[in-house]
């Protein structure tokens, strides 16, 4: 449960620092002599072949990164219960990307001296926007406490694909993007998959939820999805910024709203048995997955859209149950198969559609 | 049981007599003043919006009926279990059709005369190929009695999907005709939807369907598919020929088959107890909706084609439940309202990647 929190909190926290060594080694050997920097700063003067490349290497890293976040759930899980406080580990993701992003810019200042798109000082103008993602996710997270008094764990998981359908619709709406006929028909098929591929037979219980928990569920949803959104255009607003100085803002007010977070929930807790208490190996690997599969989902932002990250993180569901099967002899049900289907014409439909715009 | 019996035996069995009259009432009363006849050996002079018309009436009014049939299902084990023969209720489908068709004939050469398209003289040329449909069907039931030693009765019904994949391959393979990718894809949805809404608690087990299982499914969706294609082959094949004739023949050897069945099976009981015994109204009711789509599956077959046949039943079946809800107060699941959004999307699929060829 604890760690089911971190990830559904790093799940949603969609933008990240990141060093560029950690760029190079996603980015594999073809780009590695290329620092981070240079790619994020000259913009549209790249060829469509290396955006392409770069695109679909952020999108591989966030697809198993994500999947091996999971994997690291079901281990812990496996291994018992950790006696750390939540709130203090989703501290600790902020920082660590915070540092990731600033050791990155350190380089970059080394290598290519400060210039206008790197400098880590900025204008009230463009700084202000930075909170608003990291205050939605604390209104969702608190209404996520409440929301359980309507819908049980198995059933939020499922009414969770909802953000699917919001990402779409706020990514429309605000972003002003259009996807064709076909992507719209692929968006509703990746919904609907995920959620076959997650039944189980208490799964028809979620039928039942009331009124309010519908209406909760759907405010989740659209505030989660309006922060990707609105975190995405943010980052999109001045495309040769470099990232990590971009990363570094966006997380500094995460880290803020995190520090809250300890003040009101564990203040007491961490007072007394000290910061890091009850951290195990486990959590170690937990907190430093999330903050790289943060910088992946931040360049996917940058370098691809929200559309993206939702089939990404998608079929990083359907590669976790795989694995599981081998790593843990987990069996794969029919509405796993059926629904893995689904997601997976989804994925095809979705880059026929693009084809033909 | 019986009753499933009945309805297996009649979603396969595609290929139907008709009355005019019958046709007149389906096709409303825009075309009501033209004879079913005229549509039918006029061919290719009719204009486009006519044909479409014609198409969307038979298939209409092939969903209508096939929901309906399943409904009278539902009812009709409400209503208990009735003692009747299964080998004489398909007989007296074949009859009522083969009657009806001959029905239809009747007034056509009182009102036209007897033209070559419409005499029921054959060559042996024509008719040879005839029974094949009702031979494989034969073949595919007995095999039915057998796949029960593999898999159990909600299994079997799950599997049966394969026979939309095997349609569509063997549509392809055998008539020669192209879907586009799209299609092929929106057919693979259909198959996983149709799925999807039918799953139950239950389900799952149909993965541990042993291997000769999947191999008698395989077979068994192969020959049904063939059956189907086959047929529409067959009434293809002679476009001016008129369908009354052509369903004639096809049922002529369908109630010669029916007849064997009898003989084997039933023979004592049919003897001893009389034809008829156990019919009630329900029995009735139920040979006349088998009739009568049958009758729509032999007008799909002629004016369209087996994908519109495939997607017909399957829309029907989603039709029927939510009738159900209404009539007999069945609860809709979540499998379900997955399933359909699915099958929904394939249909739209479907016509959008149609306009694309």
Redesign the interface.
């Known amino acids: 449960m604890e760690y089911r929190k971190i990830k559904d909190h790093h799940q949603d926290k969609d933008v990240d620092p990141i060093g560029d060594d950690d760029i190079e080694n996603l980015r594999g050997k073809a780009l590695s002599g290329i620092p981070a920097t240079n790619l994020a700063t000259l913009g549209g003067s790249f060829s469509e072949r290396s955006k392409w490349k770069l695109k679909s290497v952020v999108t591989l890293a966030l697809t198993l990164l994500t999947s091996s976040q999971a994997i690291l759930i079901v281990w812990s899980k496996r291994a018992g219960k950790y006696e750390y406080s939540v709130t203090t580990a989703n501290f600790s993701v902020e920082a660590l990307k915070c540092a990731l992003s600033l050791a990155a810019l350190v380089r970059i200042w080394r290598n290519e001296g400060v210039t206008d798109d790197n400098r880590l000082s900025t204008t009230l103008d463009e700084v202000s926007v930075y909170p608003i993602p990291a205050a939605l996710y604390l209104v969702k997270n608190l209404l996520q406490y409440y929301i359980f008094a309507y819908v049980d764990a198995p059933g939020y998981q ?1 009414l969770k694909n909802l953000n699917i359908i919001s990402t779409g619709v706020l990514y429309r709406i605000i972003l002003k993007k259009k996807l064709s ?2 992507q719209w ?1 692929a968006f ?2 990746l919904c ?2 995920c ?2 591929a997650q ?1 189980n ?1 208490s ?2 219980r ?2 039942q939820t009331p009124f309010q928990g519908w209406v909760m569920a759907i405010v989740m949803a659209l505030l989660s999805g309006f922060a990707g959104v609105y975190t995405e255009a943010i980052i999109k607003k001045r495309p040769s910024r470099n990232i990590n100085v971009q990363n570094f803002w966006l997380y500094v007010f995460g880290m803020c709203f995190n520090a809250i977070a300890i003040l009101i929930q564990d203040f007491d807790a961490v007072m007394n048995k000290g910061f890091f208490y009850g951290y195990s190996l486990i959590t170690t690997l937990m907190i430093l997955n999330h903050a790289l599969s943060g910088i992946a989902v931040s360049m996917v932002m940058k370098y691809a859209d929200n559309i993206v990250k939702v089939y990404s993180t998608s079929v990083a569901m359907l590669l976790t149950a795989v694995v599981s099967v081998f790593l843990f002899g987990f069996h ?4 796993f ?3 893995s ?2 997601v997976s ?1 989804s994925v ?2 979705h880059s ?1 559609g693009k084809l ?1 715009r």
């Open positions: 499922i006929e076909i028909a509703i098929l609907a998959g959620t076959t039944l037979s799964s028809d979620v039928l794969l049900s029919l509405p198969f059926l629904g289907t689904v014409v095809y439909l026929v033909q």
